[in-house]
């Protein structure tokens, strides 16, 4: 290349965006072009839309990609729990909101963890929106709560001081990590920095009693599972499953009663754990991508 050559990039650059609005500044990560069908990215606990770092860049050249951070998660407001109440409603009106202000007239929907309620609620607010679902150990069925969930479902049971201290344990660091590599084979592939930043967040003061409230929060879901279910039966959104089928806290009996309710589905279970995108990103990218394009839902 000579010195006075052109230099064309071959990516869409990832921008860094905060909007404000409700006395909340909500910020979220795009790229892409806005003229592309746009995927929804909707993060987990404990996490952020830091569990798309990778890949946002690797999915910009096709589609608009934005994931935001919900309050009291990653680079979001984190008002006091007495202040704002941390509930999944609240957290849908928030990406319903932010949807609304940049335009977001529809999208598929990539769901994770607590990305799933999240996702699911909006889609029932806004049915008509959602071209198509991408579902990462995201729940949607009863039988997908299992051993795991005992002692929060105790807390949702009888939320006593007591019942509500029992489940501490999982905003400790201990635990963050254990989340990244239980269930993953080969842990050199894990980059620390995830479960560090992760708790680097968890560890502000306020937030623990904000993930607690949000642990509470989960028994509401629940009951919309048939909700959830019934529209899946009537809007029958193409569904990718790229499932970490070693996950202990939503394992593989949940990605298998989906085709229950869904006609277009495809289902992947992979050889991983929770978050799935740190060891097997290269490969879910290019199942959405394949997916998404055989649905004419990419550039």
């Known amino acids: 290349m000579t010195a006075d050559s052109p230099f064309v990039p071959t990516q869409h650059p990832v921008h860094y965006n905060t909007i404000r609005f409700n006395e909340l500044e909500i910020f979220y990560r795009e790229a892409g072009l806005q003229t592309a069908p746009t995927i929804l990215l909707l993060h987990g606990f404990p996490t952020s839309s830091n569990m798309f770092r990778n890949l946002i860049p690797r999915l910009a050249k096709s589609f608009h990609v934005v994931a935001p951070d919900y309050p009291g998660f990653g680079q979001s407001s984190m008002p006091n729990h007495k202040d704002f109440e941390y509930t999944f409603e609240n957290l849908t009106n928030v990406v319903e909101q932010l949807a609304e202000k940049i335009e977001l007239a529809n999208y598929s929907l990539y769901v994770m963890d607590y990305g799933a309620p999240v996702g699911y609620r909006l889609a029932l607010r806004h049915p008509e929106r959602v071209q198509a679902l991408i579902v990462q150990n995201g729940n949607a069925y009863e039988e997908g709560l299992l051993e795991f969930w005992n002692p929060i479902k105790k807390y949702w049971k009888d939320p006593t001081p007591e019942n509500r201290e029992g489940i501490r344990f999982l905003v400790d660091p201990k635990s963050t990590r254990w989340q990244y590599e239980n269930g993953v084979a080969d842990r050199t592939l894990l980059d620390p920095t995830t479960w560090t930043l992760d708790q680097v967040g968890l560890d502000r003061p306020g937030n623990a009693d904000?993930?607690?409230?949000?642990?509470?929060?989960?028994?509401?879901?629940?009951?919309?599972?048939?909700?959830?279910?019934?529209?899946?039966?009537?809007?029958?959104?193409?569904?990718?499953?790229?499932?970490?089928?070693?996950?202990?806290?939503?394992?593989?009996?949940?990605?298998?009663?989906?085709p229950r309710d869904l006609k277009d589905v495809e289902t992947h279970l992979l050889d991983t754990g929770h978050f799935a995108l740190e060891t097997h990103g290269e490969e879910i990218a290019s199942r959405i991508e394949g997916f998404l394009r055989q649905h004419k839902l990419a550039l």
Do not use: C, H, M
């Open 210 to 258: 904000i993930q607690l409230d949000l642990f509470l929060s989960y028994g509401t879901n629940v009951p919309l599972y048939p909700e959830f279910q019934a529209f899946f039966r009537q809007y029958q959104p193409p569904t990718l499953i790229v499932w970490g089928k070693n996950d202990f806290i939503f394992p593989a009996e949940g990605a298998s009663p989906y």
